[in-house]
């Protein structure tokens, strides 16, 4: 999961589709690759579970599925709190050394 987003193509691609579904084609427009590299960050968000394609005929729509964007945005918000905490400590510390050598 954490390395299907960390390439700035495919989170582009995630940005694009939380504007809502776009056919394969118009989605890919937007980005300066050929339309097989661009399918290839399209297989690793489908493998990720982040993107589902839709196939009707000859058309492919791809849409975001967030789901697994929460469980990640969790486990961020998780270690968030521990770098705060311990970034308030160090403060603390370096405010209270200062007031020591005055």
């Not at 582009?12 to 589709?17: G, S």
């Not at 504007?19 to 290839?40: E, N, W, Y």
């Not at 599925?65 to 961020?76: E, K, N, Y």
Request: net charge positive; proline share 4%.
């Amino acid at each position: 999961m954490i390395a299907a987003i960390s390439d700035p193509t495919r989170r582009a691609i995630i940005e694009r589709l939380a504007h809502g579904p776009g056919r394969i084609s118009d989605v890919a427009q937007r980005f300066s690759m050929s339309l097989t590299g661009f399918c290839k960050h399209v297989k690793v968000l489908e493998r990720a579970k982040l993107v589902r394609r839709i196939r009707h005929g000859r058309e492919n729509t791809l849409e975001l599925s967030p789901g697994p964007l929460r469980d990640v945005a969790r486990w961020i918000l998780k270690y968030e709190q521990f770098w705060n905490m311990r970034l308030d400590r160090l403060e603390e510390f370096f405010t209270t050394h200062k007031e020591k050598s005055r």
